[in-house]
Each structure stands twice: as structure tokens, then as C-alpha cells.
């Protein structure tokens, strides 16, 4: 882990347990996740037990109640060891829907298994029609007499083919206004009518399963709606979307950090015209230009980091930081790649790895154009 001021010596020994684990578990991992299309199981109990999933979570339903800045810890260091595969991000997204806004029952039924890593959870918001546009999905939830029947279809959703627990964005009344969207959330295996479509096949992030999920006439229990009362879903998905656009940020530092360290390693070791590569200025010059790319980018997400647990990161400036950071990382691993000539252009060496899985960081989350849009939203007078 790297030095921040947010960093505390509990910070610390939290980075160091989850270095241990990360080495020994998810390293040995990477390469049958990417062949398999997705992440086994058993890795989620295991961070589960090791306390990754809830560090953040209340403790009385087994999390350790410690402040976000601890989740940043876990998404900074799997992309720093090179992993995009282990739906990590997703899973602390939902775990803090549950938390804020589920009622009393909601949090004791949810998120003990979800600490554990024995309920793996995906968010489900963008639909094959639409997805900038998130007021304008068209899935829906029809109250009926035992409960919600659902239909709809979402696409693109992470952590699909193994998701146990969908949080799903679906309108609750049909007048066409953000008051009527809610937060459904699907028991997979017991929703009848709900069906899993193809594992996507994506250019990168190729051990994370990316799905369709289809919904026909499934019946949800009334009790499934997330806090309760219908209407609240726009509202809560835009209060957590801070936090999910920082965690963009969050994860293109370790994948840039990773991307410089092995860019350095090759080039002090190769040689060209008697000389290592790195004692070519423009090598020099172009790993002095990425790496004050990435340290100026740090110190912007290092203050978010310290506002987010201060409870006060605003919708433009986490716009900022998702942006920024995933525009940067997408310079810096091209920048890198091309210091490996030929090898980085072979699936073999991490950096095209690092290259592929970069650009959808400009994509999900919110795409960059719209975080733009926020950001000029936020400047009018
Ligand atoms: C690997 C991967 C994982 C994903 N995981 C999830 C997930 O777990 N859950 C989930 O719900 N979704 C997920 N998504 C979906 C992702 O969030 C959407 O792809 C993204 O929000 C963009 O929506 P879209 O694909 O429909 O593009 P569109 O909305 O059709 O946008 C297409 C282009 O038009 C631009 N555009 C649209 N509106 C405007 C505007 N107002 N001003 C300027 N430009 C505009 C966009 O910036 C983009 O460049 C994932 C996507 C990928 C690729």
C-alpha cells in the first residue's frame, strides 16, 4: 500500500493482512478466473473470512464498522496485483445499499451472508435500451397480491452468471417520473421466470462474468423492496453513486502503479543498441511524464478519500475524479505498453492485460461524457 495522510496504522495492518491473502489466494487465481469467465466461489468465502467483504459493514451483523477508506484499501491493492476479476467493487456497492437503506429484517436477512461471502450480489441497472439514461428503464415491478411481478431485461450486469442477490432498478408505478423507480432485490434461487442470459464476451476483464438477466413474470416478495417504501430508488442509487465513481479512481491508481513497476522492470532490463531501454531519453522522459500523471491523479483521489469518511464527497467532484482517473490510467498503460515493443502486445505479459481492461474503466460507472456533463451541471450560474 502506499503512504497517505488517511492512512491510520490500522489502515496498515488491514493492507498488510490483505497483501498475505492476496498473494496467496487470488494471485495463484487470476489465470483460471480469466480462462473460466469468472471467479470461484470459494474465493468469496475466503475474503469473507479473512474480513475483506465487511470492512465496512455494521458490526453487529459481523462487519467491522471501520470507515470506507478501508474498502479503498482492498480495491487499490487487487488492481494492484493486476486483478479485474473479482467482482469486489460490486459487492461493496450493494453491501452499502443494504446497510443505509434496508429496513431492520432486510439488514439481519442480507447482510450476514454478504459479509461471509456466502451471498455473492450484483447491481442491475443498465438495460439492453438504455443505460446513460437511467430514468428511462423500463423494467417493472407491478405490485400484485403476493408481492411484485417483475419483467423486464438488464444487460451488461457484473457479477451476473454468479450472483446470488440482484439489487435490481425497476419502476414501481408507470407515470414516467424518477419517483416511481425502487430497488427490487431478486433471491435468484427461488425467482421462478428469472433466467441468466449468455457470459458476455467482452475485449477485456475476462474473468469477471458480465451477463443478461432476463425477468419474466417472476414474483418478488413485497418484503424484497429495498427500505420499504416504493419511490426511494433513483434517490438512493444517486446518494451511493459518489462513492462508486471514486472507486473507479480508486482502482486505476493500482492498476497504474502496477502498470509503471512493470514497465520499469523491462526496461532496465532490456537493451537496444548496447544500452538498456531505460537509458533512452525518450524512455526516461515518457515513464517522468506517467508517473507524474499518476501522482498528480493520487493526491485528487487521496482528498476524496478523506472526504468520503468525512462524509462530504459531492456529485461533481467524484465526477471529476472518475473521469480524470480512468482518462489518465488509459494513457499511462497505452504509454507503458508501447515501452514493451512487441511483448506488450503479447497476452503472455501483464501490461496488454492491463491495456484491455483499462478502457470500460471510461465506460461503466457512469460514462466519462456524463461525468462531464455533471461537472459543467454543477459550474452553471
Ligand atoms: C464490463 C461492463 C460491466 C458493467 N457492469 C454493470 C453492472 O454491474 N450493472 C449495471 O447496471 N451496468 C453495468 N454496466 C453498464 C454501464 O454502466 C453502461 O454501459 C454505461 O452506463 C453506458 O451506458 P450504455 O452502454 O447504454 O451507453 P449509452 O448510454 O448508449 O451511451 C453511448 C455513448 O453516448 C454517450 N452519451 C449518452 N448520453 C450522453 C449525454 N447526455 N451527453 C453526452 N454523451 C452522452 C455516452 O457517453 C457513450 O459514449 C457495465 C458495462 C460494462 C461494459
Not at 83 to 100: C, I, L, R
Not at 115 to 134: N, Q
Not at 325 to 345: A, H, K, N, P, R
Amino acid at each position: 500500500m502506499y503512504n497517505a495522510n488517511w492512512l491510520t496504522p490500522d489502515h496498515q495492518a488491514f493492507a498488510e493482512s490483505s497483501n498475505r491473502f492476496f498473494e496467496a489466494e487470488l494471485l495463484p487465481s487470476m489465470v483460471r478466473w480469466r480462462q473460466n469467465g469468472q471467479v470461484d466461489r470459494e474465493f468469496w468465502r475466503s475474503a469473507g473470512a479473512i474480513g475483506l467483504l465487511g470492512a465496512s459493514a455494521p458490526v453487529e451483523f459481523g462487519g467491522s464498522g471501520c470507515p470506507r477508506s478501508f474498502d479503498a484499501v482492498t480495491l487499490y491493492q487487487q488492481n494492484k496485483f493486476g486483478d479485474t476479476s473479482w467482482g469486489f467493487s460490486v459487492h461493496n456497492f450493494v453491501m452499502h445499499y443494504v446497510a443505509q437503506y434496508g429496513t431492520a429484517e432486510q439488514r439481519a436477512r442480507w447482510l450476514p451472508g454478504l459479509i461471509s461471502g456466502e451471498i455473492i450480489p450484483a447491481i442491475a441497472m443498465t438495460e439492453p435500451g438504455t443505460g446513460s439514461d437511467l430514468k428511462a428503464i423500463r423494467t417493472t415491478a407491478t405490485k400484485c397480491e403476493k408481492g411484485y411481478l417483475v419483467n423486464g431485461s438488464k444487460t451488461f450486469i457484473s457479477n451476473g452468471q454468479l450472483a446470488d442477490l440482484v439489487c435490481l432498478v425497476a419502476r414501481t408505478e408507470h407515470t414516467g417520473s424518477a419517483r416511481e423507480i425502487s430497488l427490487i432485490m431478486v433471491e435468484t434461487a427461488d425467482a421462478e421466470g428469472f433466467r441468466r442470459g449468455r457470459n458476455l464476451e467482452k475485449i477485456g476483464l475476462h474473468g469477471q462474468d458480465t451477463s443478461e438477466l432476463f425477468f419474466d413474470e417472476v414474483i418478488v416478495p413485497a418484503d424484497n423492496l429495498l427500505g420499504g417504501k416504493p419511490g426511494h430508488g433513483f434517490r438512493q442509487l444517486m446518494e451511493q453513486l459518489a462513492w462508486e465513481r471514486l472507486s473507479v479512481g480508486i482502482m486505476a491508481l493500482g492498476a497504474c502503479d502496477y502498470a509503471i513497476d512493470t514497465t520499469l522492470d523491462h526496461v532496465q532490463d532490456r537493451r537496444a543498441f548496447d544500452k538498456r531501454l531505460f537509458d533512452f531519453q525518450n524512455v526516461r522522459f515518457k515513464l517522468a511524464e506517467a508517473k507524474t500523471k499518476l501522482e498528480v491523479t493520487r493526491a485528487f483521489i487521496d482528498q476524496c478519500i478523506e472526504k468520503i469518511d468525512a462524509g462530504g464527497l459531492d456529485p461533481s467532484t467524484a465526477a471529476m475524479a472518475k473521469w480524470w482517473s480512468s482518462q489518465t490510467q488509459c494513457e499511462i498503460v497505452d504509454e507503458c505498453l508501447q515501452l514493451f515493443g512487441g511483448y506488450g502486445y503479447m497476452t503472455e505479459y501483464p501490461i496488454s492485460q492491463l491495456f484491455i481492461d483499462a478502457r470500460v474503466q471510461k465506460i461503466y460507472g457512469g460514462s466519462n461524457e456524463i461525468m462531464k456533463e455533471l461537472i459543467a451541471r454543477s459550474m452553471e450560474r
